[in-house]
Each structure stands twice: as structure tokens, then as C-alpha cells.
């Protein structure tokens, strides 16, 4: 068994426990609909490489960043579901890589469900020198997205169903060294054939004037704290009309301004509820920091949206 070898497979209800197992990942997730949350995460791999299936079952926002010194690739394990990602809308036919250093900015249904792969760029550049392309930066050449043929995609996403299940139902000799050296070199090989073959790099979305509005009005709201904001407020640091700015926020986050405006700062007391001592910071403190002056109503809506109310989160951390 190799020293560092680690197998997780679970069940969560709470999206804060799931960023917290998912090793090696930095990730910051915001809850943007009502309702329970559910996820499963199957983790699989050692300094070399890492195999994950991940599903949400809510809408999320996510933030944060892949795991370091290594190269990690995305396919949504569906070919019918779609998430924006890094100002793309990326679909279950398209490969992507998250950039070295940069940051995850996601936007998932509740249908979201992906397989994720790191890998040493080392090895890649080995695989890419056996089948005799240039060096793996070189052949990415910047992009992160990739239109790929989609028989070796539909291919390389059944292998990846097949490898989940044997880690899933424990079927072989799946903690060994052997079998993850050998995992490395299947998923690498795989990987560099989809990029080496006739693929076509996917372009970022060109900003559009409600794009840019978007992006002006969410940094106001998470640079507010405890301000009040207002819709004519983001209308005019955005500089677009309030009809404008209804039509971006629905199209971006399934939310008009003041839902998304609420729903974020509801995420920043939660987290705060998580990390404080319970005997020495109050629920009404912590609303009062996110901008909610009126306990009953934040109750209600942290209820709402959380499906379980603050005290109780505060609970749960002690």
C-alpha cells in the first residue's frame, strides 16, 4: 500500500463538511436556493493522482481553488448538463482544465454531477513525448476548455464509470501502488489522446455590457458588509437600468438582484456560525455583521434557505 494512499466515499447533507473533505481542493461554497442540500464525493488517489466523482444537489456558487502542484481536468459525468464555469458555459461534451494558481468560479445546478482528475505535469509531458506532441502546456497553448471528439470522449467517460465502480463496490485490488500506477498511466494516456486529437479550443464568453453591469454589481454586494443595498444602488454602480440588471442577475444566478443580495450575506453568517465559539458569539451578533438588523425576519430566512435555523448551526460547532 503506497504511505500516502487515501479512499473516501461519503454522504452529506452539509455543503460546509463536503468543501472540508474534498482534499487537497481549497473551495468556498454559497448555497443559492432553498431546500436541503445533499452531495456524494468518491476520492480516490495519492501525490500522484487523484480520481473524484462529485454530485450537488442544489444550485451552488462555487469558489476556491484545485489542488496544488498538479494538473486537474473536469467532465461532467452527464453529457446533458451544462454549469457556467470561468465565464464559459461548458457542457458534458466539452473537457476543462482548471488554470494553475487560479481561481474555480462556478456557477452548478442541482443536477450537477462531474468526474474530476489531477495528475503531475510531469507525467503528462512524459505521455506527451511518447506519442510524440510537444510539451502539455505547449499543446493546451493557454486554453482551458476543449471541444473534443466526441467518441473518444464518450469512451474516455464510460472508463471513467467503470473505474468509480471498481473503487465504489471495492471490487480488485484497488489500494495498492501497482493498481494506482497504473490508473495514472491509463488516465493520462486517455487525457493527452483526447487533446492530441482534432480538438478545438473553447474561447471565453465576450463580456456583454450586462456581463460587465453583473460583475460591478456582485463586487458592490460582497464589499457591503453590514451596508444596506439597494436595487437603484447596484443600478448605479453598474450603470444599467434596473430591468437590465433583473435580466442579467436571472440569467447569471437564477436570482433577481435582492435574492442574490440576501442569499449571499445568509452564506456569510452561516459561515461565520461555523467557525465561532458558541459560548462567546451570539446569533443576533453575527446577523448584525451581515446587514440583518431584525432577528425574526433573519431566522426566517436563514430557515428558509438552510433548511435549519442559525442556533442550530451555532450548535454544530461545538
Same mark, same amino acid.
Given at each position: 500500500?503506497?504511505?500516502?494512499?487515501?479512499?473516501?466515499?461519503?454522504?452529506?447533507?452539509?455543503?460546509?463538511?463536503?468543501?472540508?473533505?474534498?482534499?487537497?481542493?481549497? !473551495?468556498?461554497? %454559497?448555497? /443559492?436556493?432553498? @431546500? +436541503?442540500?445533499?452531495?456524494? =464525493?468518491? $476520492?480516490? #488517489?495519492?501525490?500522484?493522482?487523484?480520481?473524484?466523482?462529485?454530485? !450537488?444537489?442544489? %444550485?451552488? /456558487?462555487?469558489? @476556491? +481553488?484545485?489542488?496544488?502542484? =498538479?494538473? $486537474?481536468? #473536469?467532465?461532467?459525468?452527464?453529457?446533458?448538463?451544462?454549469?457556467?464555469?470561468?465565464?464559459?458555459?461548458?457542457?458534458?461534451?466539452?473537457?476543462?482544465?482548471?488554470?494553475?494558481?487560479?481561481?474555480?468560479?462556478?456557477?452548478?445546478?442541482?443536477?450537477?454531477?462531474?468526474?474530476?482528475?489531477?495528475?503531475?505535469?510531469?507525467?503528462?509531458?512524459?505521455?506527451?513525448?511518447?506519442?510524440?506532441?510537444?510539451?502539455?502546456?505547449?499543446?493546451?497553448?493557454?486554453?482551458?476548455?476543449?471541444?473534443?471528439?466526441?467518441?473518444?470522449?464518450?469512451?474516455?467517460?464510460?472508463?471513467?464509470?467503470?473505474?468509480?465502480?471498481?473503487?465504489?463496490?471495492?471490487?480488485?485490488?484497488?489500494?495498492?501502488?501497482?493498481?494506482?500506477?497504473?490508473?495514472?498511466?491509463?488516465?493520462?494516456?486517455?487525457?493527452?489522446?483526447?487533446?492530441?486529437?482534432?480538438?478545438?479550443?473553447?474561447?471565453?464568453?465576450?463580456?456583454?455590457?450586462?456581463?460587465?453591469?453583473?460583475?460591478?454589481?456582485?463586487?458592490?454586494?460582497?464589499?457591503?458588509?453590514?451596508?444596506?443595498?439597494?436595487?437603484?444602488?447596484?443600478?448605479?454602480?453598474?450603470?444599467?437600468?434596473?430591468?437590465?440588471?433583473?435580466?442579467?442577475?436571472?440569467?447569471?444566478?437564477?436570482?433577481?438582484?435582492?435574492?442574490?443580495?440576501?442569499?449571499?450575506?445568509?452564506?456569510?453568517?452561516?459561515?461565520?456560525?461555523?467557525?465561532?465559539?458558541?459560548?462567546?458569539?451570539?446569533?443576533?451578533?453575527?446577523?448584525?455583521?451581515?446587514?440583518?438588523?431584525?432577528?425574526?425576519?433573519?431566522?426566517?430566512?436563514?430557515?428558509?434557505?438552510?433548511?435549519?435555523?442559525?442556533?442550530?448551526?451555532?450548535?454544530?460547532?461545538?
Amino acid at each position: 500500500m503506497t504511505e500516502n494512499y487515501f479512499h473516501l466515499h461519503q454522504h452529506s447533507s452539509d455543503f460546509d463538511e463536503f468543501c472540508a473533505n474534498a482534499l487537497n481542493w481549497d !473551495l468556498d461554497y %454559497r448555497k /443559492l436556493e432553498h @431546500g +436541503s442540500f445533499t452531495s456524494e =464525493m468518491l $476520492t480516490v #488517489g495519492n501525490s500522484h493522482i487523484l480520481f473524484t466523482r462529485a454530485k !450537488l444537489g442544489r %444550485r451552488m /456558487l462555487q469558489r @476556491g +481553488s484545485s489542488p496544488q502542484g =498538479m494538473v $486537474t481536468f #473536469g467532465l461532467l459525468a452527464n453529457p446533458a448538463i451544462r454549469i457556467y464555469w470561468r465565464n464559459i458555459d461548458v457542457s458534458g461534451e466539452q473537457l476543462f482544465i482548471f488554470p494553475p494558481g487560479g481561481e474555480l468560479y462556478s456557477i452548478s445546478q442541482a443536477d450537477f454531477d462531474v468526474f474530476v482528475i489531477s495528475l503531475t505535469e510531469e507525467k503528462l509531458d512524459q505521455v506527451c513525448a511518447s506519442f510524440q506532441l510537444p510539451e502539455f502546456r505547449k499543446l493546451i497553448d493557454g486554453h482551458e476548455v476543449f471541444q473534443c471528439n466526441q467518441r473518444i470522449l464518450a469512451n474516455f467517460r464510460k472508463f471513467l464509470l467503470q473505474t468509480e465502480q471498481i473503487f465504489t463496490t471495492g471490487q480488485g485490488a484497488i489500494n495498492n501502488s501497482l493498481h494506482l500506477k497504473q490508473l495514472e498511466n491509463e488516465l493520462s494516456e486517455q487525457i493527452i489522446s483526447l487533446l492530441g486529437d482534432d480538438h478545438l479550443p473553447v474561447t471565453t464568453n465576450k463580456q456583454r455590457r450586462r456581463d460587465l453591469a453583473l460583475q460591478s454589481a456582485v463586487n458592490y454586494i460582497h464589499e457591503s458588509r453590514d451596508n444596506v443595498v439597494t436595487v437603484p444602488n447596484l443600478c448605479e454602480v453598474s450603470n444599467v437600468s434596473q430591468r437590465t440588471l433583473e435580466y442579467a442577475f436571472r440569467e447569471r444566478y437564477g436570482l433577481t438582484p435582492k435574492e442574490y443580495t440576501l442569499v449571499y450575506r445568509l452564506n456569510n453568517a452561516r459561515k461565520q456560525l461555523r467557525l465561532c465559539a458558541p459560548d462567546k458569539n451570539q446569533v443576533s451578533e453575527i446577523a448584525r455583521q451581515n446587514g440583518f438588523w431584525h432577528m425574526g425576519q433573519f431566522s426566517a430566512s436563514y430557515r428558509k434557505l438552510f433548511a435549519e435555523l442559525p442556533s442550530i448551526t451555532l450548535k454544530m460547532t461545538a
